[in-house]
Nanobody, 122 residues
Framework: QVQLVESGGGSVQAGGSLRLSCAAS????????MGWFRQAPGKEREEVAC???????YYADPAKGRFTISQDNAKNTVYLQMNNLKPEDTGIYYC????????????????WGQGTQVTVSS
């Protein structure tokens, strides 16, 4: 089992920045790779970024050039630095981990945090 706790969400104006954190605990062998996902009202959950054990990262197109995913293995924490935020970035952001390495897509992840709200106003 893996427990994930997100923090760092909030309300910002367009152009602002937020840094999300995801603290992980539990079985490290269930954390082959980790990711950030988001869900806007009325929409399906979508990938934002994923990071692998070798620090390679994947970014979905909306995140490229604005978001940075990173991890601190000593702290068992994954971060998502979000810059130049836009109103369309509004949603609940979830941290997730997967037992086996795969693509950065929600269906591959079995462990999820409770989510943190991000609201970007224009």
């Amino acid at each position: 089992q893996v427990q994930l706790v997100e923090s760092g969400g909030g309300s910002v104006q367009a152009g602002g920045s937020l840094r999300l954190s995801c603290a992980a605990s539990g079985n490290i062998y269930s954390r082959a790779y980790m990711g950030w996902f988001r869900q806007a009202p009325g929409k399906e959950r979508e990938e934002v970024a994923c990071i692998y054990a070798d620090d390679n990262a994947y970014y979905a197109d909306p995140a490229k050039g604005r978001f940075t995913i990173s991890q601190d293995n000593a702290k068992n924490t994954v971060y998502l630095q979000m810059n130049n935020l836009k109103p369309e970035d509004t949603g609940i952001y979830y941290c997730a981990s997967a037992r086996m390495v795969g693509a950065c897509t929600p269906k591959n992840f079995g462990y999820w945090g409770q989510g943190t709200q991000v609201t970007v106003s224009s």
